[in-house]
């Protein structure tokens, strides 16, 4: 039987995040976060309701989302007090298609995720220095071979705190901090994007497999084209 997490090692942990990110406010870095509010966002949404309400948190408002995604993003922006920015992509989902009329998700998800993701949030990292992203390393390879700190594009740098944590850690703190859960998780969603890219969960493994099913794919940009061109 898996062993009960320690309450007070999860606060500890958490204490030391929430240390940090004061630490650098408190150098005069303008700072924001990234959230794709689904449940395992809520650890790191909860202690930035510790540190600074007035922190930017933003979502790429795609046009595909899930509305439950949207109505769970208001949802904690009003419990948790969040400064909720949604970004919009400058090219409208209607002018998204190919040369045959087929929606870009359909025919070029990598290149819909840079204009619906990663092109909407280029202008943010220019604003600011640091930028608190939610990433794990247990979620892929591409995030298990990054480091708390590295350099994003523009001169920003990304601070990546929950590195070390993994679902179980996630599950024990929502339910130390009684934190809710996405309301499409209880149907089987343990990893939700964009509507038309995400399937539920299945088999064994890590949950992220069901995004992109049946794609060669398995990063959106953010944590890949964003990422500083020399490192």
């Known amino acids: 039987m898996a ?9 500890a942990k958490a ?7 004061h630490a650098y406010l408190d150098a005069g870095n303008r700072v924001f976060t990234t959230s794709s509010f689904q449940t395992q966002s809520l650890p790191l949404l909860h202690m930035i309701s ?6 930017p948190v933003y979502y790429t408002s795609t046009g595909f989302l899930f509305p439950d995604t949207i109505r769970f993003a208001e949802q904690l922006a009003d419990t948790l007090k969040l400064n909720v920015v949604a970004l919009r992509p400058d090219v409208p989902k209607i002018k998204q298609m190919d040369r045959a009329g087929r929606l870009l998700y359909a025919s070029d998800p990598d290149y819909c995720c840079y204009l619906n993701k990663v092109q909407p949030l280029e202008p943010v990292l220019q604003a600011n220095d640091v930028w608190i992203n939610g990433v794990r390393s247990d979620q892929s390879d591409v995030r298990a071979a990054m480091q708390q700190e590295e350099p994003a594009r523009h001169g920003c740098l990304r601070y990546h705190p929950m590195l070390d944590w993994d679902a179980r850690s996630v599950f024990y703190y929502r339910r130390l901090h009684d934190l809710p859960e996405h309301p499409m998780e209880a149907s089987g969603y343990l990893s939700i994007g964009c509507e038309p ?3 539920k969960a299945f088999g064994e493994g890590n949950a992220r497999n069901a995004r992109w099913f049946g794609m060669n794919k398995t990063e959106c940009g953010l944590n890949t084209t964003l990422v500083s061109e020399s490192h």
């Open 3 to 11: 062993q009960l997490l320690d309450s007070r090692d999860l606060d």
């Open 15 to 21: 204490d030391a995040i929430v240390k940090r990110m």
């Open 50 to 55: 510790r540190v600074n309400r007035d922190i």
């Open 197 to 199: 890219c995400t399937s």
